[in-house]
């Protein structure tokens, strides 16, 4: 890690820590050459998951999209911020542990749905309507019924 000040390529580290998060360690580092301290951050490097769209496009898997879904779905629910952030953090894991590199929008839809049943009702509720494009309601009617019925 090159030294910030002076450009020198060798450092000691003098602590490690990770983060909150758990998914970054951060390290406080020494120069080696001028003394001066900065600190780094280590992340694993993730391998790209492509997203294949209802259309046939692809894009990057990106969580943020799921975060923004979940949070609408969520809107005026006791629902707390960290328990949609775990529910995002338990759908990502479960995309990269598949190992697979491209994964359908459908497949990720129902992994969210899945974790919102079990969160908040109301909330899968509102998040199907749109991810299933209820039409009318006959098909949000339907939605309901076999939710009382797993009850």
Same mark, same amino acid.
């Given at each position: 890690m090159k030294c910030?000040?002076? %450009?020198?390529?060798?450092?000691?580290?003098? +602590?490690s820590r990770p983060t909150?998060? %758990?998914?970054?360690?951060?390290?406080?580092?020494?120069?080696?050459?001028?003394g001066k301290r900065f600190t780094t951050?280590?992340?694993?490097?993730?391998?790209?998951v492509l997203v294949v769209k209802k259309d046939g496009r692809r894009e990057l898997f990106d969580s943020e999209k799921i975060m923004a879904g979940v949070i609408k779905a969520c809107e005026k629910r006791?629902?707390?911020?960290?328990?949609?952030?775990?529910?995002? +953090? +338990?759908v990502e894991k479960q995309v990269y542990n598949s190992l697979v590199q491209e994964i359908s929008s459908h497949e990720i %839809?129902? @992994?969210v749905m899945q974790r919102l049943k079990?969160?908040?009702?109301?909330?899968?509720?509102?998040?199907?309507?749109?991810?299933?494009?209820?039409? +009318?309601?006959?098909?949000? @009617?339907?939605?309901?019924?076999?939710?009382l019925k797993e009850k």
């Open positions: 910030k000040y002076c %450009g020198e390529p060798e450092s000691k580290v003098i +602590d909150e998060e %758990g998914n970054v360690i951060r390290r406080r580092r020494e120069c080696i050459s001028c951050y280590e992340k694993v490097e993730t391998v790209p006791p629902v707390t911020i960290k328990e949609v952030e775990a529910l995002v +953090d +338990d %839809g129902e @992994m079990a969160l908040d009702e109301v909330a899968y509720v509102r998040f199907a309507s749109v991810y299933r494009q209820f039409r +009318d309601i006959s098909t949000f @009617m339907k939605e309901l019924t076999k939710l």
